[in-house]
């Protein structure tokens, strides 16, 4: 089955703890990418990678890292997370092409920094 | 920059009655439009989606959407609500190009009464 998997679905973590959450693909996608959902605000992007090894920042990218190592992966870093990343997250993944924009999307990953 | 507006932020409406959820978009070239739902505690599920063509799409679970170029819409339609419809529903456009972001709108949430 087509999918995206995030892990953990659910995280309560404390201010400075290293986190990272993880996102797999099984599409051999080229394009994925990392947005966190806030009431009211909708989804925003966070980080985005074109390739293996290519990465860009999107709109909000400020207290996240992200790599790219396989083509299959892109985990999600918090190196000292603070209670303003606590959010729901999704990652999403899609074919290159240009004119074919349809992400799929993971379940979400709850994140409540304390 | 593209952006998108969601005008609604809460909508109820009877089982059995029409629905329209508004969107409106703002992108200076041929924009690639997307619908998107979410339940409660699930990830985010593809509807519909222009790209170019007729402007009419159809897409899952009975709804379809119209594009407007004049107006800068793409607003979501259902003939018939059902109960299980309830959820948020979030217009995205999509930046083309080697990007592949996608700008989503604030969400619409949907209640359904019985």
């Known amino acids: 089955e087509a999918q995206v998997t995030q892990n953990p679905r659910y995280l309560i973590t404390v201010t400075g703890k290293k986190l990272t959450v993880t996102c797999s693909q099984n599409m051999n996608h080229e394009y994925m990418s990392w947005y966190r959902q806030d009431p009211g605000l909708g989804l925003r992007q966070i980080y985005y990678s074109m390739n293996v090894e290519v990465t860009d920042k999107g709109d909000v990218p400020e207290g996240y890292k992200v790599s790219r190592k396989e083509k299959r992966n892109f985990p999600l870093i918090l190196e000292s997370p603070s209670p303003n990343q606590t959010s729901l997250y999704f990652c999403?993944?899609?074919?290159?092409?240009?004119?074919?924009?349809?992400?799929?999307f993971g379940p979400g990953t709850r994140l409540t920094v304390l | 920059a593209q952006s998108v507006t969601q005008p609604d932020i809460h909508i109820t409406v009877s089982e059995g009655a029409s629905l329209e959820l508004r969107c409106n978009y703002s992108?200076?070239?041929?924009?690639?439009l997307f619908w998107y739902v979410q339940s409660p505690g699930q990830g985010l599920q593809l509807l519909l989606k222009?790209?170019?063509?007729?402007?009419l799409v159809q897409g899952i679970k009975g709804f379809e959407a119209e594009f407007k170029r004049s107006q800068s819409s793409f607003n979501l339609r259902k003939p018939s609500v059902h109960w299980s419809d309830a959820a948020e529903y979030f217009c995205?456009?999509?930046?083309?190009?080697?990007?592949?972001?996608?700008?989503f709108g604030t969400g619409t949430q949907l209640k359904v009464e019985l």
């Open positions: 222009y790209f170019s063509g007729d402007t």
């Open positions: 992108y200076g070239a041929t924009p690639y």
């Open positions: 995205a456009v999509g930046a083309g190009g080697g990007g592949n972001k996608l700008t």
């Open positions: 999403a993944s899609s074919e290159r092409k240009a004119i074919n924009n349809e992400q799929f």
